[in-house]
């Protein structure tokens, strides 16, 4: 089936309703120690996937990495190594921002005179988002008041992905997007197109006609 695969999920906040709800075997990868070497060791450097990558009971050529808000600088980071880019199926992306220096000036306007070099990490997803190849889906709340939406349909047009889609959900907010109607709907989709299967939502329509 179509949802038989592996998510490495990466965000600062996960809702338990959306693992519950989402049909597939789910590594959740916290960040609660942000900014420490340990942290950055472990999943700038891709340990969440790594660990994947080692286990002999999974089909390791399923493997979505998705990255909601901070995360989505560390998915967009690992999804674009080399190394990685052959070994991830998707890619989904939710509410996230083009950098942390980006960031800092729409949260802190007086940072926009800090030189680059000052960030200890930068996470440049803007310049790194082209190198990624796997087929991606951007989720973005329009209601978002953290992250404006516009870094996340940034991100979408500079993606060079051959498979590439945005959903956007006009009552979205930064931790409540997944609330929104159509949600797993979309995921569904995007999800069943990649995979050359039916999405749930088609299969219930077959039988229902």
Not at 182 to 192: H, K, S, T, V
Request: glycine share 6%; net charge positive; with cysteine.
């Amino acid at each position: 089936q179509w949802y038989q695969r592996r998510v490495l999920f990466f965000s600062m906040k996960f809702s338990n309703p959306r693992a519950q709800r989402t049909r597939h075997n789910t590594l959740l990868s916290e960040n609660e120690q942000y900014n420490t070497k340990q942290w950055y060791q472990r999943r700038v450097r891709g340990g969440g996937l790594e660990f994947l990558l080692s286990r002999e009971d999974i089909d390791k050529s399923r493997i979505i990495v998705y990255g909601r808000s901070l995360g989505g600088g560390v998915a967009v980071h690992l999804a674009a190594r080399k190394c990685y880019q052959d070994r991830i199926f998707a890619v989904i992306l939710e509410n996230t921002f083009t950098s942390i220096p980006e960031m800092a000036h729409t949260l802190f306007p007086l940072t926009k005179y800090l030189p680059v070099w000052c960030y200890r990490n930068k996470f440049l997803s803007k310049d790194e988002i082209a190198d990624v190849s796997s087929p991606v889906l951007f989720i973005c709340g329009m209601a978002d008041t953290l992250v404006p939406p516009k870094m996340t349909q940034a991100l979408y047009t500079e993606c060079r992905s051959l498979l590439k889609r945005i959903e956007c959900f006009e009552s979205g907010t930064h931790n409540g997007t997944w609330q929104c109607y159509g949600y797993y709907e979309a995921l569904n989709r995007f999800l069943a197109e990649v995979s050359g299967e039916k999405s749930p939502e088609s299969e219930r329509e077959s039988l229902a006609t």
